[in-house]
């Protein structure tokens, strides 16, 4: 069975950092692209970072120079690396990617999400 295991939340103060993982587990032959959201209480889901497979990065401008999108393809991880966090930051952050399953189908995944609250 195939997922996205998201690890690294937690409670931080504003102006510190948090470092999230995601790992793919299961079968896959091959990851496009993967991606970060986040999702406050009430609102909608909002892309904070992407990564393709070749490594062009895209950010939200709310994020963009605070946080850092990788990935590691042999170990078939995605990191989130959050410097200088702000309360407004705070929400459940979700991994998502793309990837190559059994039948040669290119299948989206959303992880279950991980708790980043950041107090002020």
């Known amino acids: 069975q195939v997922q996205l295991v998201e690890s690294g939340g937690g409670l931080v103060q504003a102006g510190e950092s948090l470092r999230l993982s995601c790992a793919v587990s299961g079968i896959v032959f091959g990851i496009e692209g993967m991606n970060w959201y986040r999702q406050i209480p009430g609102m909608q889901r909002e892309i904070v970072a992407q990564?393709?497979?070749?490594?062009?990065?895209n950010y939200a401008s709310s994020v963009q120079g605070r946080f850092t999108i990788s990935r590691d393809n042999a170990k078939k991880m995605v990191y989130l690396q959050m410097n200088g966090l702000k309360p407004e930051d705070t929400a459940v952050y979700y991994c998502?990617?793309?990837?190559?399953?059994?039948?040669?189908?290119?299948?989206?995944?959303w992880g279950q999400g991980t708790q980043v609250t950041v107090s002020s």
């Open positions: 990564i393709s497979r070749l490594g062009t990065r």
């Open positions: 998502n990617a793309d990837l190559w399953v059994e039948g040669s189908r290119l299948v989206n995944y």
